[in-house]
């Protein structure tokens, strides 16, 4: 289920009765109408009904509007880490914000259809006075992990032993416990890796699917649920893991492939979005990680059918921070960086010499070719010098490096690693005769202080060593251009 941020909604409708709703003129929408009401009316205002969802708007994108207008379940396809989940997510934003529900019923029944026959009872007892409660639309998501323990009474409902210790008789409605799928009535009910779902569960769903009706231990009950269902799934499971049946593949009205960000940009911007950073990350090396992703999901010895999730980039941006800060704090104590006037620790910002730190940490997060065991290590070190060079002829296209080059020919070296700080960096570089090259590489990637300074500078150093311009020796945490 969505979280409910209680600071972003609008306040909650006061009316309290079916009366109430009635003489404020207030009706009620079906599920289905709801969602294609209010997205026609995004569509038709320009807004942007998917927020956050970055290189899907010419692909995936106008395919889900396609089925939501006609009212269709979905599965979306795709390969761990291409944002499905969070597609899934996003349907909740095309609720209404608030919506009406019959006080105090398992099933959430809309006052003006109550479809269970207790609901109904007090529907027609009561009139007017009949209680409603208000459900935000973060209510109305169920998201359910398919597991193989996944069981039939957890998905539609079982006999609630209790309430037949109670004197109700077996043959009585009122004893069933119903399970997450009725529970969602009137809201979206969403299952993530389908899959994984074993085959007698995904059989008691297709009635609820293309009958609406709920069957529970030989009760059949014509419950007209108004529930959308929406899957995801990842193509390789239906070899590896399980499959989705055939009769319940034929109920979802759309099969929808999704993919990676098909553009460097949008690449960036998830891992802007997503990641939570613990110093400040330049650009550059946002783009060096995005590029070592694009690189590795084009590697012979990256199995392809697993993919590289937009996970792997969005941990490798958040490792690279935790190194940086791990630096600044290490410099602070040890007294090569001083504290700011308010009395807090100098900046933390990332460098290039940061992003040796993912190797080790991330290469579990990649599926290896058979074959290629032993060299997981090569092969992402290969890549990430790919990305950085990459990185470096792009951001730095132009600008003449020759006098830097003719410094270090004179025998100059610059040294950085883990415990060399931004300013120590700085000072180590050499003084060249060219006035404002320094500037220049600043300028270009827009490095204010020191620290993105160091950063800014440094890319150009390990860009000239991977052109073969320079050499760099490294060991004991340091590395050393010369």
């Not at 300028?443 to 620290?451: C, F, P, T, V």
């Amino acid at each position: 289920m969505t979280t409910f941020d209680a600071a972003s909604a609008s306040p909650q409708p006061t009316i309290t009765t079916l009366g109430g709703l009635r003489a404020a003129g207030i009706a009620t929408r079906s599920l289905r109408e709801e969602l294609r009401g209010n997205l026609l009316a995004a569509l038709s205002t320009g807004a942007d009904p998917w927020p956050g969802l970055h290189g899907l708007g010419d692909t995936v994108l106008p395919q889900v509007e396609r089925a939501l207008i006609a009212g269709h379940d979905i599965v979306l396809l795709g390969e761990r880490g291409q944002g499905k989940s969070r597609l899934l997510r996003a349907l909740t934003a095309l609720l209404d914000e608030w919506s009406p529900a019959i006080a105090g019923t398992d099933l959430s029944e809309d006052p003006f259809h109550p479809i269970t026959a207790a609901a109904q009872a007090r529907a027609r007892a009561q009139g007017d006075e009949l209680p409603i409660v208000w459900r935000h639309r973060s209510e109305r998501f169920v998201e359910k992990l398919a597991t193989p323990d996944t069981s039939v009474a957890d998905m539609i409902g079982d006999v609630d032993p209790v309430k037949v210790a109670e004197g109700r008789s077996l043959g009585d409605p009122e004893t069933i416990h119903f399970g997450l799928v009725p529970r969602a009535h009137r809201g979206i009910v969403a299952i993530n890796e389908l899959p994984d779902l074993a085959e007698r569960i995904q059989v008691a769903l297709l009635t609820v699917m293309e009958e609406r009706d709920v069957q529970i231990r030989g009760y059949v009950l014509r419950l007209p649920l108004d529930v959308l269902v929406v899957a995801s799934a990842n193509p390789e499971d239906y070899t590896n893991r399980g499959r989705i049946i055939t009769p319940l593949k034929d109920r979802f009205g759309a099969e929808i492939r999704t993919h990676y960000p098909p553009e460097l940009d949008d690449e960036i911007a998830v891992v802007r979005q997503e990641a939570h950073l613990a110093a400040d990350v330049p650009d550059h090396l946002i783009e060096v990680l995005a590029r070592l992703t694009r690189g590795l999901r084009e590697s012979p010895a990256i199995d392809q059918s697993s993919g590289v999730s937009a996970r792997f980039t969005i941990a490798a941006a958040e490792t690279v921070a935790a190194a940086a800060r791990r630096r600044a704090a290490l410099a602070q104590a040890s007294r090569e960086e001083t504290a700011v006037p308010d009395g807090t620790a100098a900046e933390a910002v990332a460098r290039p010499v940061d992003l040796g730190t993912l190797v080790d940490v991330l290469r579990g997060k990649l599926e290896f070719e058979p074959g290629e065991e032993g060299t997981e290590r090569e092969v992402l070190e290969y890549g990430l010098r790919v990305a950085t060079a990459e990185t470096a002829r792009h951001r730095l296209a132009g600008l003449d490096l020759g006098p830097l080059v003719r410094a270090f020919e004179d025998g100059v070296t610059v040294t950085t690693g883990d415990a060399v700080s931004a300013t120590a960096l700085l000072d180590g570089l050499p003084d060249l005769d060219e006035a404002g090259l320094y500037d220049a590489i600043a300028e270009r990637l827009d490095a204010q202080s020191d620290g993105e300074r160091a950063a800014a500078i440094e890319l150009a150093l390990e860009g000239l060593y991977l052109s073969r311009k320079l050499s760099k020796e490294t060991g004991e945490g340091q590395a050393v251009y010369g």
